[in-house]
């Protein structure tokens, strides 16, 4: 299984969140649009990414680091805006057989289009201080506070 070698927040999690699903959801493992959504509505329950992004993140950590430049070249307009919609529309899509450029596109498209800050600056102690905790499981306790 891939997720076992993907650091905690991007580890692809199979769970019973599947018989939440809207219609038409049934190949993503989503049960709305990804982008352009606040994180916490894309999220799932335990706070796990949506499985398309996981897999995406998979491919990315997999091929990524070998492709020079991979966030900085673009890639064909028509591709991404087809990849974003079928994501958006919960069509099953095969992440593994996506040009990587093509990918880490999307993936910024996605980071992207989330409205409001991931890291609020009011807030900047407190992750400091988080990042200073001892252990690991603390480190978590603590961002996920």
Known sequence: MRGRWLPWPFALRRGPARAARAPGQEGSGCSRALF??????????HGTLPRPIQELLAV????????????RKAESARAVQELRQAL??????DMASQPVLLLAVVLKHFLRSIPGKLLITDIYEDWMAAMQMASRED???QLKA
């Open 36 to 45: 352009g959504q606040p994180l916490a509505a894309v999220c799932a329950e």
């Open 88 to 93: 958006d529309h919960g069509l099953p899509v």
């Open 139 to 141: 480190k978590i306790s």
């Open 60 to 71: 990315l950590q997999q091929q990524g680091p070998t492709m020079e430049g991979i966030f």
